[in-house]
């Protein structure tokens, strides 16, 4: 028989061991709780909801129907210009944020922030002003006579780009921010005494460091752009529709709970593609920099 | 043709008078100094001095607000740092950790529009050089600091640059480390016939690597030699101080018929009539003597006169090779001692009276 004894000699009990609950669980558990009735339970729900005794006709439905089919690609379309648009735009902005001293930080970091305070809803009612027939750009193109008849910016593919990008800037830019406020400016020092000018330093040194903010950043407004779904209402035509548009209209309009059900569980697995598909270019460029590693 | 703009053959750079204003502050102050072909020169100072300063605008990175930097006899004020054709390693080298070490060696290469083999075979023939052929493919990160120092050494020497800049080439390395790397360092650009100038707030540092030391204090240049020629003939007490131990002492002139002397509370410095300094010295009223602690022989008191002084031991410490003491003078002031006369020592002690002793020849006079 095998008796334990601790550090003071004494004789021990050794009990099986049983599973026990850290306690820190308990302080994570009504968020785990809420995610569990709020999300993962409804979540499961709708996938249900989408496969009626077990059946795939609307995934049918969605795969045969042409207009399902454009609007998908459409929202993809539309997406992707708006995320390489939204990360251009994001890139120098950072840069300014990153390296431009203290008072440039400071006034970039509240005009980033404030459009944040504004409601969603809000911001894309202001795009219709700036942007319809009678609105703040047309009067200011007509007043300089650039133009003698007011442009169509509102309900078109531009105007949903424009206030899409918009309202995803903020999110492009403090991944980007992040990774830059990193990077060694010396290291630009280094490359300019090695007889590099900027630009070429940008190219070999600079811009290969930022590439993870701006994999981050990429990813984070993709995502993001597939399931907008006010902004293209307000500020698209009809034919510009994104697809949460098209799940909204099955479930308040069609009613139809099943299709528009398969529509959300569609989106959801594209955007999970998307996303593996950002995470395996990521990966490729940090495996093709390990290759040359010869190790 | 411009006639500031001849150098005497071999100059590898000069600077007239440059001067570095940020605000109202002083960083440099009317620097001038010449820097001879395949020279080793060190900028030595506390940290505020301007040596560091200094480096950045040969380098290019600031520009002076005056002055002139010409290299090669060509006016480089105001050229960009990439069209000045200098090689530099940085504090904590600057290595750029996405490229291997072979293509960071072969940037500078690169830049300058050689093609890849040919890159790759004068950087291979550098990475040989610095002892780090195996470690081409490696990533900077995988390396210890020594080699990355390496690293950036090949760096900086691979094109063949007109100068070589070292920004403390030793401050981000472990003691044990620094020593070795010194003479290696210094042997590499002797090899490739290197013209450098480093930076660097270590005295030993400098005398170890260094044809020559420029001193810097408060945005001037102190002093610029030989570092033998400092630590003979410092021009300021600062340069004493800095320069190996020094012992400051300050007196009263007072004129003699055979001579001039120094004297202290407890002490006197004779210069003979036929010293060459005799005749300065006697102008002046007030001078500083610097001695130097090995200079000084320990001896019974009252048994010198002329060049000596007394005082009584506040410290004795034996160092294997010699004994160090510490001598309190009459006015408080003290004195240090380094002496190998081990047998005549030992039977001192402290709290004795002790005589000190020292040649007119191995004392310096500042301010006559």
Sequence with gaps: MTVSTNDRGLPVATAPRTFRVPPAFWLIAPAILFLALFFVFPLLKLVAISLPGGSIEYYEQIFTTPVFLRVIGETFRVSLIVTVVTVAVAYPYAYAMAHGGRAILLVLTIALLIPFWVSLLLRSFSWIVLLQNSGLINDFLIATGLIEKPVRLIRTPFGVMIGMVHILLPYAVLPLYTVMKKIDLRLMEASSICGASWLKGFARIYFPLSLPGVMASAILAFTLALGFYITPALLGSPRDMMIAQMIAGQFNEQLNFGLGAALAVVLMVLTAVAFGLFGAVRTALQLRGRSKDGM | MNA?????????????????????????????????????????????????????????????????????????????????????????????????????????????????????????????????????????????????????????????????????????????????????????????????????????????????????????????????????????????????????????????????????????????????????????????????????????????????????????????????????????????????????????????????????????????
């Design chain 2, 4 to 368: 500031s703009l001849q150098t005497t053959a071999g100059t590898a750079m000069k600077l007239e008078g440059v001067s570095k204003l940020y605000g109202p502050v002083k960083a440099l102050d009317n620097i001038s100094f010449e820097l001879r072909k395949g020279e080793f020169l060190t900028m030595l100072g506390p940290s505020g001095s301007g040596k560091t300063t200094s480096l950045r605008a040969i380098a290019g990175f600031i520009q002076p607000t005056a002055g002139r930097l010409l290299i090669d006899g060509r006016d480089m004020t105001g050229v960009p740092p990439q069209k000045r054709n200098i090689g530099m390693m940085f504090q904590d080298y600057a290595l750029f950790p996405h490229m291997t070490v072979l293509e960071n060696v072969a940037y500078p290469l690169e830049t300058r529009g050689i093609r890849r083999a040919e890159r790759e075979k004068r950087s291979m023939e550098m990475l040989e050089i610095v002892g780090l052929a195996h470690c081409a493919k490696r990533y900077p990160k995988e390396m210890s600091g020594g080699q990355q120092q390496r690293v950036a050494l090949a760096r900086a020497l691979v094109f063949k640059p007109d100068i070589v800049l070292l920004d403390e080439p030793m401050a981000a390395l472990d003691k044990k480390l620094r020593g070795q790397m010194q003479i290696e360092i210094m042997h590499i650009t002797r090899q490739v016939g290197a013209t450098v100038v480093s930076v660097t707030h270590d005295q030993e540092e400098a005398l170890v690597m260094s044809d020559r030391i420029a001193i810097f204090k408060d945005g001037c240049l102190e002093q610029i030699g030989s570092p033998n020629e400092l630590y003979q003939q410092p021009c300021s007490e600062f340069v004493a101080d800095f320069i190996g131990e020094a012992n400051l002492l300050r007196g009263k002139v007072r004129a003699m018929p055979d001579g001039v002397v120094v004297e202290g509370n407890g002490w006197g410095a004779r210069l003979p009539a036929g010293d060459p300094r005799a005749q300065a010295v006697a102008a002046a009223q007030n001078v500083c003597v610097v001695l130097r602690p090995e200079r000084i022989r320990a001896v019974e008191a009252g048994s010198e006169s002329g060049n000596a002084g007394e005082g009584m031991i506040e410290d004795k410490i034996y160092l294997g090779v010699e004994y160090r003491l510490v001598v309190r003078m009459n006015d408080g002031s003290k004195i240090n001692i380094r002496s190998r006369d081990i047998a005549g020592i030992a039977g001192m002690k402290a709290g004795d009276r002790i005589g000190m002793a020292w040649s007119p020849d191995d004392i310096v006079i500042i301010g006559a």
